[in-house]
């Protein structure tokens, strides 16, 4: 075969055919882009889930629905879930193998940030967590701010009852909703990436206490938070967080309670069970993407063949004039090509700016960063599309390589 | 000069495709190398057809067409690719030049078909036949180029490889009485200058009466004109 370049001619044909060019270029584009948001939001979705669970090893509630206790706990989503006996913060407290056991009390807010009441040792997840500014909680009345929570350390607020922000919750509506009660702002935590940016901790013993229930070290003189908490009338709290001191002691954790008391479990485990529907959504997806590329791809053939086909003139002047029939066939087919592979670069970039802007969005909407990266997966689809480009790409080239000279120079 | 060029064809039947029914026959014809030769005839009487087969772009169904002593009817069809383009330019009526490309980049274009990028001398070549045939601005898109200078462009494309053949089809039938002229001039002059055989198929008289030979293609049989016998 004749060395040859049939890039000026595909040069002119692309110059010659611009709207049929971008059209095909955007479609498949579009198709590639697609595709990708589909793979890539599925696995920053789940990685970023993954991610808001790695502050609760073991998860402790009432019983009944893991996932309404994982939901409303871990990625602060209004549930109603039903308390825990306070015996039972007693006794995950006191447990063997346990580093902290933290209620996680929910209920109030201001003006749309979750209040959370816990433990200080919740607050710095045991000390391995060290506000950006101020310091933990130490005492009732002093709050701890999530990075995502516009107060000011100083800051004095007052909390309103509900998870939600109500209409009447503004500044100097809110004495009104919980009885005078104010928190200070004492120090502000550092960004997470989850929900837990916008809550903002307090001693659970103010929660107990603004929704009327009693104290857990009554009788105290000078009463502190946290543990060791009281073994008289300690409320019920609608979670437990407990940190384990290995991986064994969580197992056995998890087992210990799990009785008709309580509910334990690992978030991963109800994760999982999330993602195993995640991943079937994806894959009914993948289908659905899978198909219109297919239709695209079908699309894109058509409308190139019948360009090729008002260029039979053309390209028998070509045989005509010394060029062999793999010239033109080249010229078809590495045009194609050409087109196939400019909307799957320029479908890698659409589609990950989108699932980007996706991402935002939704960290917007469901409080957990959802990292966007390109991965293997994302890649076989680009490669799989090329190579099916690759062959689709031949039927043109080939009818122009096999059409007569003579019948293509006498065509109107 | 090229010094090639002859050609001899024998026992040329061409039949209407599909059918039994012949549209014409060459018995003999022989053309020396560096001569001329025109031929007419009416509408429909074969001679593209006749113009293809010389060139070797259509099948003969019976007969002989040596150009320089090679059979081109047993050539395969790569070989008859490579054929064309070592021994022959085409000029046709619709100038057939490629829109997107310039003056300069359509008269490089048979060079394409034979390396990555044309050697320097093909290149200068170019510059000189774009000059040779009045088209001065050769970056200019061929789009934008009139009717006779399309015509110019081919006609220097043709030349481009320096090929011992250059055969027209109706070269100036698309063009006005002074394009017309003017292209009839610089085809005859360029070729005969690089010394070629040159084969015209026309209906223009003017052009045709300054070729070596004229014949014509009529009742299925192709006749010297009577002005030569």
Redesign the interface.
């Known amino acids: 075969m ?5 890039f ?2 595909i ?6 055919n611009q709207l049929l060019a971008w059209v095909t270029v955007l479609l498949v584009a579009l198709s590639v882009a697609s595709g990708i948001a589909v793979i890539s939001q599925e696995r920053a979705l789940r990685q970023g889930s993954a991610r808001a669970a790695d502050d609760f090893d073991v998860l402790v509630g009432a019983p009944g629905s893991g996932t309404q206790l994982v939901l409303s706990t871990v990625y602060l989503q209004s549930q109603a879930i039903p308390l825990l006996d306070g015996d039972v913060l007693l006794q995950a407290s006191a447990a063997a193998g346990v580093n902290y056991a933290a209620p996680i009390a929910f209920g109030d807010n201001w003006q749309g940030h979750p209040i959370v009441g816990t433990s200080a040792d919740f607050a710095s997840r045991g000390g391995k967590l060290a506000p950006a500014q101020g310091r933990v909680f130490q005492k009732r009345g002093e709050a701890v701010i999530g990075a995502a929570v516009p107060l000011a350390i100083g800051a004095v607020f007052s909390p309103a009852h509900g998870s939600q922000r109500a209409p009447e919750d503004e500044p100097g509506h809110a004495d009104a909703a919980h009885g005078g009660l104010t928190y200070t702002v004492v120090g502000r935590l550092p960004a997470r990436n989850t929900i837990w940016d916008k809550a903002i901790l307090v001693p659970v013993e103010d929660v107990w206490s603004v929704h009327g229930l009693s104290g857990s070290h009554a009788g105290e003189t000078t009463p502190h938070i946290g543990p060791p908490w009281s073994t008289r009338q300690l409320p019920g709290v609608p979670a437990i967080a407990i940190k384990p001191d290995s991986v064994a002691a969580a197992y056995q954790l998890r087992g210990q309670f799990r009785s008709t008391r309580s509910l334990a479990l690992f978030p991963a485990e109800v994760l999982n069970d999330l993602y195993l529907t995640l991943g079937n959504i994806r894959d009914v997806m993948s289908v659905l993407v899978s198909t219109t590329q297919l239709l695209v791809l079908a699309a894109v053939l058509m409308a190139l063949l019948v360009g090729f086909l008002a260029r039979r ?2 390209f028998a ?9 793999w ?1 033109v066939f080249s010229v078809v087919w590495v045009e194609v090509l050409m087109l196939i592979v400019s909307g799957a670069v320029m479908g890698c970039l659409l589609g990950w700016f989108g699932s980007t802007a996706l991402s935002y969005w939704m960290q917007s909407q469901i409080g957990f960063a959802m990292p966007v990266r390109l991965g293997a997966t994302e890649a076989l689809l680009v490669a799989a599309l090329l190579l099916l480009g690759a062959v689709v790409a031949t039927l043109p080239a080939w009818l122009v390589f096999r059409r ?3 019948e293509g ?2 065509s109107a | 000069m090229s010094g090639k060029g002859e050609l001899l064809v024998r026992d040329l039947r061409v039949r209407f495709a599909g059918q039994e029914h012949l549209l014409f026959t060459v018995s003999s014809l022989e053309i020396a190398a560096g001569s001329s030769l025109g031929i007419s005839g009416i509408s429909g009487a074969g001679k ?2 006749l113009f ?1 087969c010389l ?1 070797g ?2 099948k003969p169904n019976n007969g002989e067409i040596l150009w320089d002593g090679t059979d081109i009817c047993t050539l395969r ?2 070989a008859l ?2 054929w ?3 021994n ?3 000029v ?1 009526q619709d100038f ?1 030049l ?4 310039s003056a300069l ?1 359509n008269v ?3 060079a ?6 044309p050697p320097a001398a093909v290149r200068k070549r170019a510059g000189e036949l774009l000059d040779a045939v009045g088209v001065a601005t050769g970056g200019r898109l061929a ?1 934008l180029l009139s009717r006779g200078e399309r015509q110019r462009v081919a006609l220097a ?2 030349l481009l ?1 320096q090929p011992g053949i250059v055969m027209a089809d109706e070269p100036t039938a698309s063009l006005d009485p002074e394009h017309r002229r003017q292209i009839g001039d610089l085809l005859i002059g360029l070729v005969r200058s690089q010394g070629a055989t040159l084969i015209v198929i026309s209906h223009e008289h003017d052009l045709l009466a300054r070729l070596d030979r004229r014949m014509s293609l009529a009742g299925g049989t192709l006749q010297l004109d009577t002005d030569q016998t």
């Open positions: 004749r060395c040859f370049n049939p000026p001619v040069r002119a044909d692309l110059r010659r003139r053309q002047v070509l045989r005509a004039i010394g060029a062999s029939r010239y007569p000279i003579a120079l006498v | 593209t057809t293809h060139a772009i259509a069809d790569d690719g490579r064309r383009h070592q022959l330019g085409l046709f057939h490629i829109d997107g490309l980049d490089l274009l048979p394409c078909f034979d390396s990555w990028r789009a494309r043709a490889l």
